[in-house]
């Protein structure tokens, strides 16, 4: 998709740059030692092979920002500096993946900044790109990031599965779950009701949890959805929430917090809740899964949530399966190249992110990639499709409906 920026460059307010997160920004600043550990790991650069896309380059850029915006006859002068719209460009270039910051040993929170980098350039008016504003727009009308009607947000919900009130767990689907993979929540509350969990969903009150938005610079939404899901969730009595989304997931968990409050229930990947009913014996794994697989760490429930063991733990008990790990996984696992906004912007480059993770795992000899993220499956899906891999990509979710099938 291509990037609809001025062709002039953009007259910035540096000065707004130290008002804004200073603490944060100022901190990355001063500890970048430009060594560029963090440039292989970039799938970014990867595919937009120019330094000021990786990670070293965006600092840089950033200092020269400040430097120019805060020195004191710039300063007596009102002077402005001018903003090119590279910069701007690169800044999106960014799945928000935060490889960079595993490998970074000056241990800078990379993942906080480009956030806060995105921000400011929201503020200052230059951002977002087109196809987040767009998002944005959908999100403020329709309450999802895809434009569909509210009224149906949970016919997801499978018929065969009781909605009970009040239930032991709210199952939170998200807007990919919701209207585009609806496969995925609908054998997530399958296997829960196998289990005899009773559950029930927030219906037109599960709002977008705004990931899309936090992710690329736009927290104007959040407050408000963050109200809608805690009221109707708190209102609800369950005393957990579930979600199959790992998008959702860390955004609930982590940012609901910052701009509303926490939700009552205690938060659960799915993953993580299958393995505690799994330990409890509530859920028989009856089936065998007679494949090779390998799994895929999405960046937001390893990374950025330190959830590596929970779906490994699941995938080790199921009969029949061999197990082999990719040369890239848990914390130095290759991005799927959706995140961040980087997919709703540069569709082409993050499918060719997700055929070379397709790579990773056809070079293990699996025939099965599992991953637990809605969004992740979409896009590997795809970037098998691109290069012609014969793999099946599956949510954990879909693997364990088979699995804990009733036995015939
Ligand atoms: S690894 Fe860290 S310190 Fe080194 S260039 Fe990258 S961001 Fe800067
Ligand atoms: S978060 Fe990921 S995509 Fe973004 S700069 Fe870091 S390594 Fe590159």
Known sequence: MEIKLPDKPLQIDSSLLTKFNLPRVQRAMTQCL???????VCEAHRQTPWESVTPRGKIYYIRNIDTNGIGAVDKMLGRKIELAPDFV???YKCTGCGNCEVVCHAQIKLVDLWEDMRAWLVRNGVAPLSAHKGIAEKIAKYHNSFGESPAKRDAWWPAEVPRSNPPDVIFFAGCTGSYRMQGVPQAGVIILNRAGVKMNCLGEKEYCCTSPLLRTGNDTLSLEASETVVEKADGMGAKDMVMTCSGCYKTV?????????KVGQNVYHFSQYVEKLINER????NNEFNHKVTYHDPCHLGRHSGVYDAPRNVIKKIKGIEFVEMERSRENSRCCGAGGGYKSQFNDFAVNIAADRIRD???TGADVLITCCPFC????????KKIGSSIKVMDLAQVLLEVTAPKE
């Open 34 to 40: 430009q060594c560029g550990y963090c440039i292989d």
């Open 89 to 91: 460009d690169a800044m």
């Open 253 to 261: 968990s982590s940012n609901f917090g910052s701009y509303y409050s």
């Open 282 to 285: 509530k859920l028989p794994l």
């Open 361 to 363: 795992a056809e070079a």
């Open 377 to 384: 499956v979409l896009n590997l899906t795809q970037g098998a």
